[in-house]
């Protein structure tokens, strides 16, 4: 058994959550309705309503008895009714007595803890908040943040192919998208957005109109990355039992042999199978127009590649491009993909102006944090995914990360709240809060997981039952492995944030 985090699958576990089933339709019509909104829409509505207690929650936690039209009844053009501010805080001393009582470890190790006010930054509960500990993937919101602000959501990579300097020569050159699908382009999907077989449709109606009637060769430039393509940090076990692979700045379904699959074994060469697979495509396409491609894809030559951002020198043939950034960290969320998490911490170092290794993915991530004003004198940072104990991040440095998306001024890292897992509906979240210790959260807790052998962490925002938005961070260290109670530890304390009127 390897260290590394076992993911939930990522499709809502509707099985197991009768209690909500009848709702649930209703409540992905109400998200379908509002999410246009965009970055008017307040985080308190983004989850499910809660699915019990309807007499005692508040009316933002209760299923609503008519669907407003889109932009009908909210202050702003297609926004929701804000929360209000004038909503009470927690009592302090209340809250801790009930987050105490719910916040105990399974066996051996510790739990830290910190509950801040998003609106104001009072910290409500704190329990060694400043202690810098393993995160697990909880680091990976640092990555989220860092790709929205020097990105941007709106930001797409190209993979292009384009003319090699010699005749009949087409070069695949990847620009950060882990993405493609073999296919089509999907422009309606994140994974397989971009598709190999659009790209050679495309480039075959260039290579006719350019007159090429020889044999083309396909090479491939993968060139955009630099350094190891495997962090120093990670686990030959890790790497060998497919929570990650080396890194490329192209790759078929986020480094995966079959789209959807998040477990097992990888390409050991990402970028090559998918030029691999763009050649035949090419080849296929190629045939009706009597273009043969020669077997084989090699990578360019260093003497051929150019200099600067363009990737190959020679004439842009056709190209495809990616879903936005604020989508793929959406993904990145909500499935806890550690490739794609890794590709966008070199993506954010390029546009930083650092190398795009792993060196200077992580000094380019901490770069943002410091742009935010969140202190990061103490964190340390070995890779972006969570795999390794050598990360050392504290409970109140990821507070202060959900803080900024949700209430701070950077409107950009709006983007990132839809992927937050929902607690029994979605992603990493999807097979949790089934029970009647955890059931008060699910719908409302909305939370990025982080599991490693001996390591567990919580991080995420939730609207309380008196309306106020409460952002928290949870982590504990030491565990005993396989400790079935410190999951349920984070659930049942999250849920008691989402349940509390601590006065």
Known sequence: MTRSKRRAATAPAFGRLGRILPMLLLTLLVVALVLPAGAAISPGFLGPVRPQEPAAAGPWQQLPATLSAPGAGGP????????????????????????????????????????????????????????????????????????????????????????GATPGTVVLTGGGDVLLGAGESAPDAVLGHAGL???????????QQAGVSGPVTVLLDDSLFTGPPLSPAWSPEDVAAGEVAPLFPLALNSARFEPGTSTGPRPRDAAMAAAEAFAARLASAGAAAGLTVAPGVARVPATEKAPDDAGHAGKVLA????????????????????????????????????????????????????????????LRAADLAGLTLANQVSARQLSAVVRAMTTGTDSRLRSAL??????GLTGTLGSRYTDTSTSRGAGLVRAKTGTLNTVIALSGYVVDADGRLLVFSFIGNNLTPGAAGNKEALDRTASALAACGCR
Do not use: C, H, W
């Open 197 to 207: 077989a659009t790209l050679a449709q495309s480039t075959v109606g260039a290579l």
């Open 76 to 163: 702003s053009a297609g926004g929701a009714r804000p929360l209000s501010d004038a909503a009470p805080v927690p009592d302090a001393t209340a809250l801790a007595a009930q987050l105490n009582a719910t916040l105990k470890t399974d066996g051996a190790g510790s739990f830290s803890g910190v509950v801040q006010d998003a609106v104001t930054g009072e910290v409500l509960f704190d329990r060694a908040g400043d202690e810098v500990r393993a995160p697990a993937s909880n680091i990976k919101l640092l990555t989220a943040a860092a790709a929205l602000r020097t990105l941007g959501p709106d930001r797409r990579f190209s993979t292009k192919a384009v003319a």
């Open 319 to 378: 190209e495809v491009e990616s879903a936005t950034v604020g989508q793929q960290v959406d993904l990145l969320l909500r499935t806890s993909d550690n490739y794609l998490t890794e590709v966008l911490g070199r993506m954010v170092a390029a546009a930083s102006g650092k190398p795009a290794s792993n060196e200077g993915a992580v000094a380019a991530v901490l770069q943002q944090l410091e742009e935010l004003k969140i202190p990061s004198a103490t």
């Open 418 to 423: 839809a992927g937050f897992p929902v607690a």
